[in-house]
Structures are given as C-alpha cells and as structure tokens.
C-alpha cells in the first residue's frame, strides 16, 4: 500500500498533486510489479472452470457491461442505427436477453446515436481528444469532448497523452486529464493507458494511480487500435490500483478492459479476476466493462447454446 | 545389439489440420479383426465435435473459393500421396477388416482410384448438375450448383477406408468441408488418412476427423445449427438414425439416409450420385439490359 503509512491518506494524496517534484516522487514510490507474478496469477485465474447457472449468470452479466463499439473510418449512419439497435435488444430472438451498458462511437456520431437510443437508458459513451493518438493541441482536444458532451454523450473515453507520460512529464498528463473531466462537466470520464504503449507493467500501474489522481471515473485499457490491446495481467494490474485507490481514498474507480476479447470464455475469465482482484463491488456494469464488438456474437452464441441445449452458429446472430 | 523397444502409437484425432488428443482426454481400446488388442485411439467428446465444425466452418469459405481446377489439383495430389503410403493402408485395412493381403490391395486400390474419380469431377460437376434453363423472354436464366457449407458424416463402419474415401471425398470436391466420424470398431486407416491429408495441400479444416462412438458425438452434430447436412450412412442403428434425422430437422439441415437395413457394397462404381447431394442450386435471372 503505496499510502498506507498516512494517517489520512486522501489529504496524502491531494499533496501529492501539488508539484511535478511531488507527483514524481509519488509515482517513483509506488511498488513495483512482479512481472512474473502477476502473469502467473492471471493465468491462474484464467482456469477456474465456470459451469452450468454461474456461467449463464456470468454471460448476462458479460452482455450487461458491455461497450459495444464501432470505431472505423467507414462507420455510416446505418452502421450507427444497427449498431444502437443491436446494443438494445441484442438477441431478437429472446426478450430475456439484456441490454448492454452503451454504445461507444466517434464524436461525430454521438447525436446520432443518442436520437436513435430515443427514451432507452442507455449510455452514449463517446472517444474524445484525438483518439486513438492523441496527438493534438489541449485546445483541439477541449473542443474535441466538449462537442461530443453537448451532441448527448455521458461518457467520455479520452486518451493520454503517452508522449509525455513515457518522457517523465506526469504533470503534463495530469493536468490535461483535469482539464478534459472539467469539459466533461456530467458526463463519466474514462481514462485510456492504452497499455501497449507503456512497455512495463510498472508504467501500467503508475498511469492508472495518475489518472485516478486526476479525477477519472473509470480507467481503460487500450485504444483498441495498437496491439497488444487488453492482456489479462494488464488488466490485474489496474484492478489492483483501483481497489488500492479505494482503501487509500475513499473512492471507487471503475475499469474498463477494451481490445482483443472476442470469446465468452476470455470474458468469463475477466470476470473471475475482477471478482478475485478488485472485489465483488466491481462485478457491476457501473464499475467494469468491456470495450468490445465481435464478443457480443460470441456470448449470444453462449447464450443459445444454454438456453437451448444444442451447439448455435453464426447464421443466429447478425453481422456485424 | 539389443532388441528394440516397441514404438507405441495412440492414434488421435484431426481437427483443424492439427492433431489433438480428445479434450476429454479419454481413449479407447481398438482391436483387430480377431479381436485381439492393436492401439489406442482418442474417444472423441461433444465439444471436439464442436471445435471441428468451429474449424471445418472456418475453412469453408477459403475452399469453397478456390476454382473447382484448383480443388482437383489439390485432391489429385492427395490421391499421389496416398499411393505413396499403399503399404501401411493394406497392412491396416488387412489387419483391421480381416482380409487377406490380396484383397486388401483390391481395397486400398479402389479407394486410391476413388479419390482420383473426385479429384477429376471438382471442375465438371457445374456443367452437369448447372443448366442454362430456357425462358420465353429476353433474359438469361441460369442455375448453377453451390457447396452447402459444413457437412457432417457419420462413416460406414464396415469399410474402414473405401467406405470413408466413398462418402467424404465427394464433399469436399464440391466445396463443402466436412466432420467425419470414423468407423467406431476399425478407425485407424481414417487417422492414417488424416496424416496422408495433414502433409498435402489440403487447408487445415478442410477435412476433419473424429473417432469415437456415434450415439455419443453424432447427437451433438444433429442438432448443431452450425452445420448444413449429415449423412447418416454409417448409423447402423436405425432408431438412433430416426432421432438423429429428426433432431436434424430442428435446424433444417439436409439429411441423407441410407434406405433400408441393407449395407452398401462399396466396390460398385460411384457413379454421380453423391455429387450432388450437398450443393444447393441456385438460379439467377439475367435481364439481358439491350
């Protein structure tokens, strides 16, 4: 526990902010991770078999959270609509099929989105900030989420500015991260690592305690569009920062493992590392999802499977 | 010099052009024709079935793709290959059938000259079962025959290998990829087969093999909605061959049954019957535009 010696921790950490000096020596202070641990216990985790009613618990709880994405330069308005009307009633077949926790698109598509959503609750999360590099001024990138806030995203998935998070400028970091969640105004900022840029798990963590330093509501793995994407010792990795953040401050940071899970079986196994991880509290569309398009098929292929006793195929659900 | 040790083999399955152990990990014991113990094969389990048809609908389009003179090349060379491994085919056959060596020859011949009749049918098989249909107007009306898609076959049990080389090849001529089930009590000229495909240029998929007990996998590939057609041939029991084809029915899947108890003699000629059976005709109506 990185904080764990103060008395008051939360006041340790607003200090911790005050200066790049002390924002450093902070990050610079955090353990380090046993890279062969942590991959050893991811894969440990990943064998626990999950069976029978848990599995068909575990599915419906996959569907509920998850971000169902499309983010490509081809994307058009009718991608958008079958997109929205997929994430509402993703299997037409059985109305006990949830929905998911949103759609994910660019900002440009974000009223779209949100006229086609009509009166269902669910999110419109939507990138921001030069995504997926990042590369562009703070005033494009301010521009850039206050745009898709006011065209009704509530969630906001904003890249950091790797750059200068790898050539040591945290501040630099932080600060853009402040001044995105200030843009947000209402809506939920979701922070991307994307770790595959990060090299080491070592930077994976300090990011994620920067980023919940800077005010995010939900950490997120990657952009989708560097590989490797979302790994699961990566994701454990941010797990813990995320129970560590709570037992330091207070307050809960939820995670977002995005890129790369395409079976139910892979997304079983997340949810069995965050429930072992993070705590039972994350096991919640509100506090983990998952960035994902093709692995909505695969859990309604689960889900057939189940409900009807018989292996399913690709011709019972859509194209994507 | 001292003797050698017995080189031991557990025949295993082929799935996707690699060969896996049963995710079971169950065997079973195979015996030859005089009941006496030979080896171990893997007993395959409803999700190897599953990864088959995953594997065997994955390779499906890629196949289906290649023009019917690249199939037949691609089969031809199997065939070659097949001559190749003439001596280890009539040893099994022999062993496995219990039929003398000269007759076992016969055998293996007819299968290895089978698989050529496939290889050259590959590129014809559009002419014959494809038509120009004639139309009382200015337009073109054509029909022309496709693969249905994945194919299951449950492989007669009594002719190990020409019986197999009968109701597989001709699937894949057309198109298809296919899951076998091979012969329960005789299964390991199928696996020698499979190595036979493994080291041709057949893609990974293309053909899959299963061993194991049909009333315990053929169920799962009945109902599977992922698979388009079965042939039932080497279902012996008809009460399983009714529910399998009923079970069939919930997914629409084409069906093809043997009629009646009798066993089929498979030196007959092949002759076109099992070319056709799964390919869908499709027809098309060509405005002229003049």
Not at chain 1, 117 to 140: E, I, Q, Y
Not at chain 1, 252 to 278: C, H, N, P
């Amino acid at each position: 526990m990185p904080t764990g010696a103060s008395a008051t921790p939360s006041r340790g950490l607003a200090e911790v902010a005050a200066s790049e000096a002390s924002l450093r020596r902070f990050l610079a202070g955090l353990p380090g991770v046993d890279q062969v641990g942590a991959e050893a216990r991811a894969a440990t985790l990943a064998t626990r078999s999950i069976k029978t009613t848990a599995k068909a618990t575990a599915i419906d709880l996959a569907i509920r959270m998850i971000d169902l994405t499309t983010l490509e330069g081809t994307d058009t308005e009718g991608k958008v609509r079958t997109l929205v009307a997929k994430a509402l009633r993703p299997d037409p077949l059985d109305p006990g099929c949830p929905s998911v926790a949103a759609v994910c698109v660019y900002p440009d598509r974000v009223g779209l989105a949100r006229q086609a959503l009509g009166a269902a609750s669910l999110h419109v999360a939507s990138v921001a900030t030069a995504f997926p590099a990042g590369r562009s001024s703070l005033v494009v990138k301010l521009r850039d989420t206050a745009d898709a806030v006011e065209a009704g995203a509530d969630e906001i998935d904003m890249v950091i500015d790797r750059g200068a998070f790898l050539s040591g400028r945290a501040m630099a970091v932080l600060d853009e991260i402040v001044a995105v969640k200030q843009a947000c105004g209402r809506a939920h900022l979701k922070v991307i690592l994307e770790t595959g840029e990060l090299v080491t798990y070592d930077n994976v963590r300090r990011a994620a305690w920067l980023a919940m330093l800077a005010g995010a509501d939900f950490v997120k793995t990657s952009t989708g569009k560097v590989q490797p994407a979302a790994t699961m010792p990566v994701t454990l990795v941010m797990l813990e920062a995320v129970r560590d953040f709570r037992a330091a401050t207070g307050r809960q940071v939820g995670v977002k493992a995005a890129g790369g899970i395409r079976s139910s079986k892979d997304a079983i196994r997340y949810l069995v590392m965050t429930g072992e991880v993070a705590g039972n509290d994350w096991l919640d569309p509100d506090w983990f999802r998952f960035g994902a398009s093709s692995l909505l098929n695969d859990l309604l292929l689960q889900r057939q499977r189940m409900a009807t006793g018989h292996y399913s195929g690709p011709d019972y659900v859509t194209l994507d | 010099m001292s003797e050698r040790l017995d080189v031991r083999k557990t025949y295993k399955l082929f799935i996707g052009g690699a060969f896996p152990r049963s995710e079971s990990g169950r065997s079973y014991v195979v015996n030859d024709a005089k009941g006496r113990f030979w080896a171990n094969a893997a007993l395959a389990s409803r999700k190897d079935a599953r990864d088959a048809v995953v594997a065997a609908r994955n390779a499906q389009p890629g196949w289906a793709g290649r023009t019917g003179y690249n199939r037949g090349q691609v089969l031809y060379r199997v065939a070659e290959l097949l001559e190749g491994r003439r001596g280890q085919f009539v040893a099994e056959v022999s062993r496995g059938e219990g039929l003398s060596t000269r007759k076992a020859e016969a055998v293996v011949d007819a299968s290895i000259d089978r698989w050529v009749w496939y290889a050259g049918w590959t590129d014809k098989v559009a002419q014959v079962l494809g038509n120009a249909n004639p139309v009382a107007g200015p337009y073109f009306n054509l029909s022309t025959p496709e693969p249905t898609g994945v194919v299951a076959v449950v492989a007669p049990q009594d002719s190990s290998l020409l019986g197999l080389v009968s109701v597989a090849a001709p699937v894949v001529a057309t198109g298809s990829t296919v899951v076998v089930l091979a012969s329960e009590t005789a299964p390991l000229p199928a696996i020698t087969l499979a190595e036979v495909l493994a080291t041709s240029d057949l893609p990974g998929g293309v053909v899959n093999m299963l061993t194991g007990r049909a009333a315990e996998v053929a169920p799962w590939l009945a109902t599977h909605a992922d698979v388009n057609a079965i042939d039932l041939t080497g279902v012996g029991d008809a009460d399983l061959a009714g529910d399998l084809e009923a079970d069939a029915a919930g997914t629409l899947k084409r069906v093809r049954r043997p009629a009646g108890a009798k066993t089929a003699d498979w030196t007959d000629g092949p002759g076109t019957d099992r070319l056709g059976w799964t390919m869908e005709i499709k027809t098309v109506w060509h405005p002229m535009g003049v």
